[in-house]
């Protein structure tokens, strides 16, 4: 017999199996609001990261000053200072390559890739101290270390937290070879007789930075997973499990941006329930809230990953196609009402069917700004009223069956 991706090879207690089900389906999920709030978050990281490493460089250059002084310019001049300045130089410029990156041309992977990066700049430094001729000071740093748990904070902005765990199990793998390559290359007990400043080394310390750096992960990782979670259902319509309005502006606004800078089109549907008031007369509220959840299940069958459907109150609806001129949304959304048409929706011994009015407007054609293509799109949800209802109204282009008597509904 083939097993399902999800059946467990050993018997397990009930409670166990459904949470390794749930663990395991996790790893592969990638849903569009955690595309998303990894892309903002990224976004933010970004941003911090590129401070961060601007405000070090300019700490490091104030001695700059004072080099009318000896001590001032021995210590300006000195190798640790200069190999300082180097890596401050380096990640800067990373840091703005990065940014360039992810503002203009951002990719899902990025935020795996630049962990990656946050974390190996970390290990860098520690690992420039093997080449002062000081180990201990790498094993040891009170400072450096400590940016692990920056780059592992950091990854918990991503709302996901699979880079979390990412993150720590990176920073504890390098900083182990960091200990193992300074216990296999150099006499740490004669290192500690030259210089005593950082203390001697001793693996039940290093085990302890270790466990605290993985404490670090857990934690981030659980705020991550709590943020998404709150992120989801705060952006989550309660009757129709669809997007609500702030969730659909946030996510609009996004997708215009996006538009504009890459070129590419943007279609923008607003979608009414025909007769609505009549349904929730002739049927009650109960049946009211079936057809709101039936069409919205039809919605959200029928949109692609890339879409965004959401409910923006009442029996009006919107869906956002990013990348799609408006003939092609209109020819999608005609095939979409006729699907709806086709529904019956059942309560108790009742059946009745649900039509809708659309309207469609495209950026740029139909305007420049979110609230003017959206503003388009609802004149034109209720031209199709008037034009008959259960009809689709393009800018120059009107879908569905013969024009029937006006209506206001």
Not at 48 to 70: F, G, H, K
Not at 238 to 245: I, K, P, Q, S
Not at 256 to 266: D, E, I, T, W
Request: hydrophobic share 50%; charged share 20%.
């Amino acid at each position: 017999m083939t097993r399902s991706p999800d059946t467990l090879p050993i018997d397990l207690p009930r409670g166990w199996r459904l949470t390794l089900r749930r663990f395991r389906r996790s790893l592969r999920e990638r849903s569009r609001q955690v595309v998303e709030a990894g892309e903002s978050g990224e976004r933010l990281v970004a941003k911090v990261r590129l401070l961060s490493l601007a405000l070090l460089a300019l700490i490091q250059l104030t001695p700059l000053l004072e080099l009318d002084s000896v001590p001032a310019q021995v210590a300006f001049h000195s190798q640790e200072a200069v190999v300082g300045r180097c890596l401050t130089g380096s990640g800067l410029m990373v840091a703005i390559l990065l940014w360039l990156a992810i503002r203009y041309a951002y990719r899902p992977w990025m935020g795996l890739f630049s962990i990656f990066l946050d974390v190996t700049m970390v290990s860098a430094g520690l690992a420039v101290f093997f080449a002062l001729n000081r180990p201990l000071t790498a094993v040891n740093s009170r400072v450096v270390f400590e940016v692990y748990f920056l780059a592992i904070a950091s990854a918990g902005l991503r709302y996901d937290w699979r880079l979390c765990v990412a993150a720590t199990v990176l920073a504890v793998t390098e900083y182990l070879g960091i200990a193992l390559y300074a216990v296999n290359h150099w006499d740490l007990a004669a290192a500690f007789e030259a210089e005593s400043s950082y203390g001697a080394f001793g693996w039940s310390g290093q085990i302890g930075r270790m466990i605290v750096l993985i404490g670090a992960g857990v934690t981030g990782a659980a705020v991550a997973l709590r943020g998404h979670q709150w992120r989801h259902l705060s952006g989550k319509d309660a009757l129709t499990g669809l997007a609500n309005r702030a969730w659909f502006e946030e996510r609009l606004e996004e997708e215009m941006s996006r538009a504009r800078r890459g070129g590419q089109p943007l279609s923008l549907a607003v979608v009414d329930l025909d007769s609505f008031r009549e349904l929730n007369g002739a049927h009650g509220h109960a049946g009211g809230d079936l057809a709101l959840q039936t069409v919205a299940r039809r919605l959200r069958h029928s949109i692609r990953k890339s879409d965004l459907a959401a409910r923006l109150g009442g029996d009006e609806f919107v869906i956002v196609f990013p990348d799609t001129d408006v003939a092609q949304a209109v020819l999608r959304l005609d095939s979409l009402r006729q699907e709806v048409a086709g529904l019956r929706v059942q309560t108790g011994r009742t059946a009745f069917t649900v039509t809708m009015s659309v309207g469609v407007a495209s950026f740029p054609v139909d305007g420049s700004s979110t609230a003017e293509v959206l503003a388009a799109a609802d004149a034109r949800a209720f031209e199709a009223k008037h034009l008959g209802k259960n009809r689709v109204v393009g800018p120059q282009r009107v879908v569905g069956p013969p024009a029937l008597a006006a209506s206001d509904e």
